[in-house]
């Protein structure tokens, strides 16, 4: 049974990088069945899906075209985890944030509050 | 706004059939599957059906998904006060290159 449990901060200053990780377990980053998503979900947004790394015999990321220029999605192999990074970050990146596997598994969630 | 449309609210009696429907497009219900999930106040959303139609192990068998077109639908039968929670559809966007979800249907046990 696929697990997710994320870590991070639940307070990032505005203009600095939201980091948040989520450490996977029943399953590798390396799966070639799996895809590792982000997503948030705030009261002016809804659900918004972030973005995806995923290894088909070499990596590849999709990034929604919202956060595109300030987000980078990475695995990280040797914890079997993946992480992300949202750059620049303003007051309305503050949201509840998601890991996931194939959108069918999900963490438990992270409240980031973007204050100074 | 969300790329997919879900009717804000909807409701019904302990015991009756209730559904919610997801209205996209060509380029995301037209050409991909849909997922269904239920999120209940303070929680991460819950995968109720996935690929249109299926359904985890765990799930009941009350709750079913059906697609045509552009167009799905989540049936939840034999209504139970524990299913009043908020229902989200989703799919993959071939033109966005990237998952969307609807707005959210918050269903309320009468």
């Known amino acids: 049974q696929v697990q997710l449990q994320q870590s991070g901060p639940g307070l990032v200053k505005p203009s600095q990088t939201l980091s948040l990780s989520c450490a996977i377990s029943?399953?590798?980053?390396?799966?070639?069945?799996?895809?590792w998503s982000w997503i948030r979900q705030s009261p002016l947004r809804g659900l918004e899906w972030l973005g995806r790394t995923y290894y088909r015999s070499k990596w590849f990321n999709d990034y929604a075209v919202s956060v595109k220029s300030r987000i980078t999605v990475s695995p990280d192999t040797s914890k079997n985890q993946f992480s992300l990074q949202l750059r620049s970050v303003t007051p309305e990146d503050t949201a509840v944030y998601y890991c996931a596997r194939n959108l069918q598994v999900w963490g438990q969630g992270t409240l980031v509050t973007v204050s100074s | 706004q969300s790329v997919l449309t879900q009717p804000p609210s909807a409701s019904g009696t302990p015991g009756q059939r209730v559904t919610i429907s997801c209205s996209g497009s060509t380029s995301n219900i037209g050409r991909n599957t849909v997922n269904w999930y239920q999120q209940l106040p303070g929680t991460a959303p819950k995968v109720l059906i996935y690929?249109?139609?299926q359904r985890p192990s765990g799930v009941p068998d009350r709750f079913s998904g059906s697609k045509s077109g552009t167009s799905a639908s989540l049936a939840i039968s034999g209504l139970q006060s524990e299913d009043e929670a908020d229902y989200y559809c989703a799919a993959w966007d071939d033109s966005l290159t990237g998952w969307v979800f609807g707005g959210g249907t918050k269903l309320t046990v009468l």
């Open positions: 029943g399953d590798s980053v390396s799966s070639k069945s799996a895809a």
């Open positions: 690929d249109n139609n």
